[in-house]
């Protein structure tokens, strides 16, 4: 027998849902067969079978939440029969372009065959009803929690009374009742800590925490607490970059192409950042790492919370080139078929919520990035030009910082080279 381990789908994976199964008990799979789908806090994963055999056991039921990687999940036969094979080195994990674009393939470690202790296992204890030891092999006890079987009402008939799997067999024919499912421990918290706040129960509904949000939740919290951070603001007057662009997407209307506001923006935080690279930087504790490039995740709201795709040596890029990749991107997070290199790590990130008409807003590091900047909406507004007063397209920034590595002065001189190439976008493309 060889077990199916859940696989980690990204280096900072430790658990994910299970959120369908592509096979079922008897069938025979081949190695690079899609068997099941996997849920991450950012995107769904098919994952590939990287062994041959027919699958003998379902051990981790579709939807379910919270399973560990390296988790046993399903148990394959070789067609010879043969017994388990010595634990192995899990298989690397190499996406694999998805066909018609789809969704990414990534391969499982390969599991290291673990043999689950049967009749002749070691016995695990349980607790009966009125508070003795209870004693059921872990085949016995894992039979049961699929067939939704209470063990307390169980007589075993192996050593010791301990319940084995004959025992089970003969419950199935209904010589136990079905064990009470108990309320999530989780939910029961929850609405507990809202009525000591004055919430009554009934007066809401409670939508459970998935993947993504318990991951947010947790990744802001420890940033806005961990890293001490501070806002710089500035406006940039954006009438020229509103002409420039223009003229651009007329020059690219004939490739379809249309760039938008966000990837001039994109573009100057880029440049800027190669500009004052001490502001291209992360902090850790063996020291801080200045980026050989521009890395920009751009934030993008999906349902149910955000990512942040990456546009990676966005210095290197054109508007264009940009303007294509962002487009591409910010489809396919919307998709959740991002593949976990293109979220993954960036050296700097981008908010805009200017098309929700936010004049400005300040946004929580995205560790372990050395600052974000948030846009907010282009708009009119009263300016001062030569002492007279006049009417531009004002765009407030705010960049937000770690004091750990970008200091007051540096983040005030690169939203100084930032401004100078949005209000004169020439400047950029030179």
């Known amino acids: 027998m060889t077990d199916i381990l859940m696989p980690a789908l990204s280096p900072t994976m430790e658990e994910g849902v299970l959120a369908k199964w592509h096979v079922k008990v008897g069938d025979v799979v081949k190695a690079g067969d899609v068997i099941a789908e996997i849920e991450t806090d950012k995107a769904t994963m098919e994952v590939e079978a990287v062994d ?14 919270g399973v560990k990687v390296n988790t046993p999940i399903a148990r394959l036969k070789g067609e010879d ?4 094979k010595p634990p192995s080195k899990p298989a690397e994990q190499v996406p694999v372009p998805p066909e018609g674009g789809q969704s990414a393939q990534q391969s499982p470690p390969a599991g290291g065959s673990t043999r689950e202790a049967g009749e002749g296992g070691k016995s695990a204890s349980a607790t009966k009803a009125d508070g003795g030891r209870l004693f059921a092999s872990p085949l016995a006890r894992r039979l049961a929690a699929q067939g939704g079987i209470d063990l307390s009402a169980i007589k075993g008939t192996g050593p010791h009374g301990r319940i084995v799997k004959r025992d089970l067999e003969g ?82 209307e004939k490739d379809g192409i249309k760039v938008s506001v966000n990837d001039f923006i994109i573009k100057a935080s880029a440049m800027a950042l190669k500009a004052v690279p001490e502001a291209n930087a992360s902090y850790s504790p063996e020291g801080i790492a200045m980026h050989h490039h521009a890395d920009v995740a751009m934030a993008v709201a999906i349902d149910g919370g955000l990512i942040t795709p ?121």
């Open 171 to 252: 419950a199935e024919k209904g010589a136990a009742k079905p064990a009470a499912a108990p309320a999530p421990a989780g939910e029961a918290r929850k609405v507990q800590s809202l009525a000591q706040m004055g919430i009554p129960d009934g007066s809401y509904d409670l939508v459970p925490l998935d993947g993504m949000r318990k991951a947010i939740a947790r990744r802001l919290t420890d940033s806005f607490r961990d890293v001490p951070h501070f806002p710089l603001n500035i406006d940039c007057r954006i009438d020229g970059l509103l002409a420039s662009r223009a003229r651009v997407n007329a020059m690219l």
């Open 310 to 430: 990456i546009i990676r040596k966005a210095e290197t890029k054109s508007l264009s080139q940009i303007a294509v990749e962002s487009k591409d991107l910010a489809k396919r997070a919307r998709d959740r078929k991002l593949k976990p290199e293109e979220f993954q790590g960036g050296t700097f990130s981008v908010s805009n919520l200017g098309m929700f008409g936010i004049q400005s807003f300040a946004s929580i590091i995205n560790e372990p990035q050395g600052a974000i900047m948030s846009v907010g909406a282009g708009e009119q507004r009263p300016v001062v030009v030569n002492g007279e007063l006049a009417v531009a397209t004002v765009m407030t920034v705010t960049l937000t910082c770690d004091h750990r590595v970008v200091d007051g002065a540096i983040g005030a001189k690169f939203l100084q080279v930032f401004k100078a190439m949005i209000e004169d976008p020439v400047t950029m493309l030179a």
């Open 81 to 84: 029969g043969a017994a388990a």
């Open 52 to 65: 041959e055999g027919e699958v003998t056991d379902i051990l981790v039921a579709e939807g379910a939440e």
